[in-house]
């Protein structure tokens, strides 16, 4: 619920950026207001904080942004992270693996095995997501390209 408020949120910015100024809003501004409504919440009485991090993807041009956002409001530049259960295995794990020369189909394969580090049981396309963002924008990935992947690292 709390991403689903976030997400919502993020969106409305966008869009009254857009009404705004006829052009779509650079990520690092929509990341700065949304680190600013989460530490807001961190100081008004009555209301609760984010108790979850965000992850923003996104282009600008032909720059990509990946940036992580605190309930505190701080927000960090990645070129690649993990977060959650065993988030330190994976970032130690992508500071191995991750080169800026990756093409897309590596990157998905590194992000995979990322997961994989820290992952409890079996994977498969039923119990993972992937999304890619690209300049064209954002897709996720179908079951069926999930399970090809999966089967590629087995």
Not at 9 to 23: S, V
Not at 65 to 90: E, R
Request: with cysteine; charged share 20%; glycine share 8%.
């Amino acid at each position: 619920a709390v991403v689903s408020t976030q997400s919502t949120g993020a969106r409305k910015i966008a869009q009254q950026y857009y009404l705004q100024y006829d052009e779509e809003i650079p990520v690092s501004q929509l990341v700065q207001r949304i680190a600013y409504v989460m530490q807001e919440y961190t100081h008004s009485g009555g209301v609760r904080p984010f108790g979850v991090s965000l992850l923003v993807a996104g282009f600008d041009e032909e720059t990509p942004y990946l940036v992580q956002c605190d309930p505190s409001g701080a927000y960090f530049a990645w070129k690649a992270t993990a977060m959650g259960k065993n988030h330190i295995n994976g970032k130690t794990f992508l500071e191995k693996r991750y080169n800026a020369e990756l093409e897309l189909e590596d990157a998905v394969h590194t992000a995979i095995l990322t997961l994989k580090e820290g992952f409890e049981g079996q994977m498969t396309e039923d119990n993972v997501e992937i999304g890619v963002c690209t300049t064209t924008g954002f897709r996720k990935l179908n079951r069926t390209e999930i399970k090809d992947y999966l089967a590629a690292l087995n």
